[in-house]
């Protein structure tokens, strides 16, 4: 994906990052050139304009060209501001909790991969212990129900359709209803394709979100059409108003216009990306990534930059001091939990490390089960917290009661917990353990 793109900025970028000295005309020249691969990558031309102005301005102040490694500081400025064009920060999907129903719209022209997308994100949201229900409301295309159900099967999602249905704004509210009785949580809208000059689709598609009340309306767009990609998502926001995107075939897209223009003209995340035709290629957007492949970076700058952030060394040192003495508290624990968090997920922190990129994939990380923990030890009282030994059966009884586990799941913990404690302290007595430990735990 993106290769042409990344191509040509890397090559741009790499002739001036070695040197010593660059001028104002260099960076002008660099720029230039940015310019015209942008422009021919099919990025939308107001935001090549600002983007290249933009870029203009910071690179040649002072702090740029009269720094220790200017050309290093520019590929960075240039960086940082392909990451504000891709949309800043990684957008989630913003559901209600387990207990209430979520909706979501997918919705979008014709053949842009909406009823792919509608299984993989089904896939996805089971996997993170969502309970799906796909619903057929494609009644245009014949052949449509049947493909959806087909996906639904094979990713171990239920399909609601109804043979012989006209009516799909009809269709979603029993829908919506069938989820209700199945005590299912997250309901996923196929609707069938559009085209944007169509008035009675279009006005039905409205129909159908007043219906649904949707959490979220996605818009399904194909990431190879370039500025196009963006047109529709101004047209459809303007009908239906989306909360984001969805940019399917991103595994084709050499160019990456869509993915460059999309937010600063419609203000609209891309909130996942389609890299294949396989239920589990579904990927989510990650701007200061997809910044990193198009300068050829790697992504082993932006792990490092992160987990510079994150990790205070100060910090560091006191959870060592707390392992060796065996005084690492289930409070350290939790407080582990959160840093991965504010990292990104504990598979994409492994996606970045060179070498291990596909190899770990969801399945192998337990992230449901790292959800749990964190719940079992929030309900924990902070004295129980400090001191885990405390906790007997009532209060075993009291956390699993508390956390929406088991008593079962509680005993793990602890059981887990001790175990870790103890290895802690023989680790910690030897250097080279300790090391490969605390990089384990993200220190
Ligand atoms: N390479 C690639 N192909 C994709 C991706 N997403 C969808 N496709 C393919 O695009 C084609 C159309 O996908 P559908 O999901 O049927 O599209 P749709 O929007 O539901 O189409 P209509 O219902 O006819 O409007 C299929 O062949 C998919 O396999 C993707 O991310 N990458
Ligand atoms: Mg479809």
Redesign the pocket.
């Given at each position: 994906m993106l290769e042409r793109l990344s191509e040509k900025l890397s090559q741009i970028t790499r002739q001036l990052s070695g040197r010593a000295s660059i001028s104002e005309k260099n960076v002008q020249d660099a720029l230039e050139e940015i310019k015209i691969a942008l422009l021919e990558a099919d990025v939308h031309v107001r935001v090549v304009r600002r983007f290249i102005n933009r870029t203009l301005e910071d690179a040649t102040g002072e702090a740029v060209l009269k720094s220790v490694s200017p050309g290093q500081q520019f590929v960075k400025v240039v960086y940082d501001r392909l990451v504000q064009f891709l949309g800043d920060e990684r957008s989630d999907l913003e559901l209600k909790g387990p207990d209430t129903r979520s909706v979501i719209l997918l919705l979008?022209l014709?053949?842009?991969?909406?009823?792919?997308?509608a299984a993989k994100l089904a896939r996805r949201l089971q996997k993170e212990g969502r309970r799906p229900l796909l619903v057929a409301a494609?009644l245009v295309?014949p052949a449509?129900v049947d493909?959806l159900m087909t996906l639904g099967a094979q990713v171990g999602v239920d399909v609601y359709h109804e043979p012989g249905a006209t009516d799909p704004v009809k269709l979603v509210k029993n829908a919506l209803a069938h989820a209700q009785r199945n005590v299912m949580n997250t309901v996923l809208v196929?609707t069938?394709?559009r085209m944007q000059i169509d008035d009675q689709l279009m006005k039905e598609l409205i129909r159908i979100r007043a219906t649904a009340e949707p959490d979220e309306t996605l818009l399904?767009a194909d990431s190879m059409t370039g500025q196009a990609a963006v047109d529709v998502a101004k047209a459809f926001d303007e009908a239906v108003s989306l909360s984001g995107v969805i940019l399917?075939?991103?595994?084709?897209d050499t160019r990456g216009g869509a993915a460059l223009s999309l937010k600063s003209i419609t203000r609209k995340p891309i909130k996942f990306v389609?890299?294949?035709?396989k239920l589990e290629?579904l990927e989510p957007f990650y701007p200061d990534r997809i910044a990193s492949r198009i300068l050829g970076m790697g992504d082993v700058v932006s792990l490092v930059e992160k987990a510079q952030e994150t990790i205070d060394e100060d910090e560091a040192v006191a959870l060592q001091a707390k392992m060796a003495s065996a005084t690492f508290t289930l409070e350290d624990y939790l407080a582990q939990f959160q840093r991965v968090r504010k990292m990104g997920s504990l598979e994409s922190i492994l996606d970045m490390i060179p070498g291990m990129q596909g190899k770990i994939t969801e399945d192998d990380i337990d992230e449901r089960e790292m959800k749990h923990e964190e719940a079992i030890i929030l309900s924990m009282t902070p004295t129980e917290r400090r001191n885990h030994r405390i906790i007997g059966p009532p209060r075993r009884k009291r956390i699993a009661r508390g956390s929406g586990t088991s008593v079962h799941e509680v005993n793990k913990l602890l059981k887990k917990f001790e175990k870790m404690r103890l290895m802690m302290k023989k680790v910690t007595k030897n250097k080279k353990y300790q090391s490969q430990l605390m990089s384990q735990l993200g220190g």
């Open positions: 979008g014709q053949g842009s991969g909406k009823t792919t997308t494609d295309r449509a493909q196929d069938s394709g399904v399917t075939k991103f595994d084709s389609g890299v294949g035709e290629d």
